[in-house]
């Protein structure tokens, strides 16, 4: 492709620095010309704090109650456990692929290279950066819609200020990330201490004045294990793994990454344990003060538990708090989705234009204005119960299941030595996460499954007749180049 002359002298002034990220020929183009656009600055500590606050956001506050509802009784805890096992076992898949292929874009790159680069992976990728465009300003509407319920609880808004402030969020956001990013790995830093302070009060409230280990001894009061219980833990699993998202976003930043063989998975199972370690102690901690029968009918149930524990004072504080959370998520966010029609537009295989990064901030901003456009159109349009099912229906079926199918077909064909991360107990990881997230997209309920395989059908529609257009997979030469 044309898009690599300009990089070529570079490319042959840098390969000896650079040698160690490159792992096949096929992708030494990809690799080389991301490094010479991106700069590799992010720490391991920086790429963990990235993760945890995007996992965290305004997600378990508000789906905590949604939780309880649905699994109607104190076994709600198995949906938590279910959420952070699903997290695991597809680290395991994201942590292959990401030390191997540590470039921006994450699930583009995988998506691309394990089902060829000029064969099916043309269509894979190019239908991930379709969902994307759609998906990915619903993820930040999401957030910014939270923040704006929460918000609530202290200022009495109308529907049309609330609106606004959903907005605002995002245009704030905007402007935060429109900056270099090793200065976005300090805000980041920053974000992740409120975070931090946050879950440890409200964990540490529960510790000092409720009864802690109550809701454990209770967890398995009133199961029956019959097609009831899977059926209600499978609805209440969309909300937790809704909760869990965020543990891979290391893998986005990919090209930005220090030391990426290592960090990215480290960061990713140091994200999943910790916050796995939090949700659950917040859970507890919640319903040891507020019985688990008045909680899943409350809307701020974090501000009640505190205002039960220490008075109407300490509830404004620690919402002003929660406000934190969820605006951090949205800066995380809207971080990692930037990267990916920026290094599909590199390829080649997206508008050229979201290839193009800042002179002198060194950031994608043509892809940042555009999705937080879209996103700022959906935070005033849409309301939080129409998004968080909807987020999940859409990315399941190409980006989750699409690429743990693609690593075992990569492992055919390049053998366990190819990946500088090896899963424990490969495929076994693989196949429960394909298995889970099967479980997880079925339990998003038919409509959405069928919305979900629709913009899928189209996106195909859209590829083929691209691809017709521009002699390529499948309507190329046999044997395309990549250069």
Not at 146 to 166: A, D, H
Not at 326 to 349: H, K
């Amino acid at each position: 492709m044309l898009l690599f002359i300009p990089f070529s002298k570079e490319i042959k002034n840098t390969t000896k620095k650079h040698n160690r990220f490159s792992h096949s020929n096929s992708c030494l183009g990809i690799t080389f010309r991301h490094m010479q656009t991106m700069q590799r600055k992010l720490s391991l500590h920086q790429a963990t704090a990235i993760n945890m606050i995007d996992m965290v956001g305004i997600g378990p506050f508000i789906t905590l109650p949604m939780v309880i509802a649905m699994m109607n009784g104190p076994s709600f805890l198995y949906a938590w456990l279910t959420g952070a096992l699903l997290a695991f076992m597809d680290a395991m898949v994201w942590s292959e692929l990401g030390s191997a292929f540590p470039l921006s874009g994450g699930s583009y790159q995988f998506l691309l290279h394990t089902y060829g680069r000029e064969k099916g992976g043309r269509l894979m990728s190019f239908l991930f950066v379709w969902q994307t465009m759609i998906q990915a300003p619903l993820v930040i509407a999401s957030a910014a819609i939270g923040f704006s319920e929460y918000l609530s609880f202290l200022i009495t808004l109308t529907p049309f200020e609330s609106k606004l402030v959903s907005g605002g969020v995002v245009i704030l956001i905007v402007i935060l990330l429109y900056r270099k990013i090793d200065s976005i790995g300090k805000i980041s830093q920053v974000l992740w201490v409120g975070v931090l302070i946050t879950l440890f009060w409200i964990i540490g409230g529960g510790l000092a004045h409720g009864n802690f280990m109550q809701p454990i001894r209770d967890i398995n009061k009133g199961i029956v294990l019959d097609y009831s219980f899977i059926t209600a833990l499978g609805f209440a699993s969309v909300k937790s793994v809704y909760s869990f998202l965020g543990y891979y976003n290391v893998c986005l930043l990919g090209g930005e990454i220090n030391n990426p063989k290592k960090n990215i998975p480290r960061s990713m199972f140091l994200s999943i344990t910790g916050i796995t370690i939090l949700y659950l102690m917040m859970n507890i901690s919640v319903v040891s003060v507020i019985p688990w029968q008045q909680a899943k009918d409350s809307q701020f149930v974090i501000s009640e538990f505190m205002q039960v524990l220490m008075g109407s004072t300490a509830a404004k504080i620690i919402t002003v708090l929660i406000l934190w959370v969820a605006f951090s998520s949205v800066f995380s966010a809207t971080l990692g989705y930037t990267r990916i029609p920026y290094a599909a537009a590199n390829d080649g295989q997206f508008f050229k234009v979201f290839g193009k990064l800042h002179p002198k901030n060194n950031v994608p901003y043509v892809s940042l204005f555009f999705l937080g456009g879209v996103a700022l159109i959906f935070s005033m349009q849409l309301r939080l119960s129409e998004v968080i099912s909807a987020i999940l229906a859409m990315r399941i079926l190409v980006q989750f299941i699409g690429q743990a199918v693609g690593l075992l077909i990569l492992h055919k064909k390049k053998g366990k030595k190819f990946f500088p991360f090896n899963m424990p107990l490969y495929p076994i990881p693989a196949i429960i996460a394909i298995a889970m997230w099967t479980y997880i997209l079925i339990s998003t309920g038919s409509m959405l499954v069928r919305i979900a395989l629709m913009i899928t059908a189209l996106g195909i529609i859209v590829y083929f007749i691209k691809a017709r257009l521009d002699k390529t997979w499948p309507f190329g030469p046999k044997n395309q180049s990549s250069s």
